[in-house]
Every structure is written in C-alpha cells, then in structure tokens.
C-alpha cells in the first residue's frame, strides 16, 4: 500500500517514512505534486533486476571462457589552431 508524504512530513518523521517503505513505496511531495519515491532495498533491486558489477560478472567461474571480441575503436583527431 503506497503512503504519500509531504517533504516537510518526511523531514519531520524519516523513521517513520523508512519503516513505511518496508510495506511500499512512500511518495514525497513538493507543494503537493510527487517529487521523489522512497523505496526499500529489496524492492529497489527487484524494479533494476539486481545489483551486478562488472566486477562480479568477471568473478564468475568460466568468465574466461567466454567469448568477447568487441570492435577496435577509432580516435578522430582533428588539426587545432592555438596561435
């Protein structure tokens, strides 16, 4: 169940706000239109599919085996007159 917020409630009642963030998406409003949603973690990582590095993705057993040849890339340069 989504709860809706002004910014002045939120700044008043922050833990308030997080632990209504555990049961859904808090909506903090600016002069009474949606400006910011405060999710929790879980859900936030559910709506991105996750958190995955590309640190973790080289981590994983048989990365190395995969095939990976991406294209050379090409510099443009361009003649600069400083005088």
Excluded: C, W
Aim: proline share 7%; charged share 25%.
């Amino acid at each position: 169940m989504p709860t809706t917020l002004s910014s002045r409630e939120f700044n008043h009642d922050t833990s308030g706000a997080k632990k209504a963030a555990l049961s859904g998406p808090v909506f903090i409003t600016d002069r009474g239109r949606p400006a910011h949603v405060l999710l929790s973690i879980e859900d936030y990582q559910r709506l991105t599919g996750g958190s995955v590095s590309i640190i973790d993705l080289l981590a994983m057993p048989g990365a190395e085996e995969v095939a990976f040849d991406p294209p050379r890339a090409e510099i443009r340069t361009r003649q600069v007159d400083l005088s």
